[in-house]
């Protein structure tokens, strides 16, 4: 199988994931062996991997996968999906403090702002409420057809007092 094939039938397998989700082993299982059947010796597998146990409510196993994938070597946008996926599973964990380390390291506009919106919930969790309402508004100001100044200034405020 070529890399463009293994890709396209990535895709694919997300595709009907997200039309009928499951959580059982087959589709665990499912995907691991498309991974297993990945011809590229970079992290891509490992993230695929990790990307289906958080689908799945295994939580904790796909943080394990997340820094094998690391490790090998990621592409940029599974790179920076690595990022905020790993950073969310380890929030959702309880670790807050390793969730906003591996956000310092994305970029917080990348992805639609999504790195920004899991560093919100992750500084709320640490009960770091100004903070979480500054990064949450700070992501939302460039949507803004008007009054980006004025809440760059209130957000700014937020935590500059």
């Not at 958080?54 to 999906?81: K, M, N, Q, W």
């Not at 969310?88 to 969730?99: F, I, K, M």
């Not at 906003?100 to 917080?108: K, N, V």
């Not at 919930?121 to 949450?136: P, S």
Request: aromatic fraction near 6%; proline fraction near 4%; charged fraction near 25%.
């Amino acid at each position: 199988m070529t890399i463009d094939e293994w890709e396209r039938r990535i895709a694919e397998f997300w595709t009907a994931f997200e039309a009928s989700p499951g959580d059982g082993e087959d589709i665990v299982d499912k995907l691991d062996a498309l991974a297993a059947a990945s011809p590229a010796s970079d992290g891509r597998a490992h993230f695929e991997r990790a990307c289906i146990r958080d689908s799945t409510g295994r939580t904790a196993d796909a943080v394990a996968c997340y820094e094998a994938g690391f490790a090998a070597g990621l592409d940029p946008i599974r790179h920076t999906r690595a990022h905020v996926q790993m950073a969310s599973s380890q929030r959702a964990l309880g670790y807050t403090d390793e969730a906003l380390e591996i956000l310092s390291r994305a970029d917080p506009h990348a992805l639609g702002g999504a790195p920004s919106a899991v560093r919100a919930l992750a500084l709320r969790d640490a009960g770091r409420h100004d903070e979480a309402l500054r990064v949450a508004l700070e992501a939302l100001i460039p949507h803004l057809p008007r009054y980006q100044r004025s809440m760059a200034n209130y957000a700014r405020l937020l935590t500059e007092g």
